[in-house]
């Protein structure tokens, strides 16, 4: 009874070791961060002989030395959650110090956190929508004109991204569709002599698109050692920045044959 006891709990602590890492990683968590906060808490618990392979679409857990033990847990999509993060950091170090919370408890600290909503989409799509057109107004875009139909734009050219990864599932289709919007409607203002050149709007509208984060975390992973997550990280961020160009380059493209001009 003793042994079987020790058993569900073992289990019951990787089980939420795996949940922990789970959420850490789909919401944008550095792959060091992931493992580390895995192995602090189940060594707190005197599981010392814990494994953790981690990569962006997989997260396993085993026992190395004694029953054998292992939780696999596969991730579908990942997003960027730094609240989230900053929550999941501060429970692994509550969990992790004191020893009376039960596994139970933080299960549903846990849950708690996986449920925690997001800012509302409206003042996503504001800052979006600012930042976008900020950035357009640094690189010369000094007009009204530019500055509002950036702003615009970005809002419109996210939501469309936004749609179209629920039906697709496939970040880089949705960055290239959105890129095409936005070429679209910058060269579109253009013709009909509303703005004079597109430049500024797409490059401002273009920036909620680029895979910034991505290639960073790469990067970090990469001089931690993580030598697949790092790989994996980097060719996502350039297959991102190949579909913007693609998106953007084809409309250009057939623009200047035309007789457009930047």
């Not at 936005?182 to 401002?204: A, Q, W």
């Not at 001089?223 to 350039?238: E, K, N, T, Y």
């Amino acid at each position: 009874m003793i042994e079987d006891n020790a058993t569900k709990y073992k289990k019951s602590v990787l089980r939420l070791s795996l949940f922990l890492g789970e959420l850490m990683l789909s919401n944008g968590a550095e792959t060091y961060r992931v493992e580390d906060s895995i192995v602090r808490v189940c060594r707190s618990r005197g599981f010392n002989h814990v494994t953790v392979f981690t990569s962006p679409t997989v997260i396993i857990i085993s026992d190395e030395r004694f029953d054998g033990f292992t939780f696999m847990k596969t991730i579908k999509s990942r997003s960027i959650n730094l609240n989230k993060i900053s929550l999941l950091n501060n429970f692994s170090r509550e969990f992790v110090t004191n020893n009376e919370l039960s596994v139970e408890e933080a299960m549903r600290e846990l849950k708690i956190i996986s449920s925690v909503n997001p800012y509302p989409s409206w003042v996503v799509s504001v800052a979006t929508g600012l930042a976008s057109a900020s950035f357009g107004y640094l690189l010369g875009g000094t007009s009204m004109l530019d500055f509002s139909f950036t702003f615009i734009i970005s809002i419109f050219a996210m939501y469309v991204y936004g749609k179209i990864m629920k039906l697709s599932g496939i970040p880089a289709f949705s960055t290239m569709i959105a890129s095409l919007i936005i070429s679209v409607s910058g060269v579109l203002l253009t013709e009909i002599g509303i703005l004079d050149t597109p430049r500024m709007l797409i490059v401002g509208s273009i920036m909620p698109l680029l895979p910034g984060m991505s290639f960073i975390k790469g990067i970090r992973d990469l001089i931690s050692g993580d030598l697949i997550s790092g790989v994996a990280r980097a060719f996502d961020a350039g297959m991102t920045a190949v579909s913007i160009a693609a998106g953007v380059g084809f409309v250009l493209d057939i623009w200047f044959r035309i007789g457009g001009s930047l």
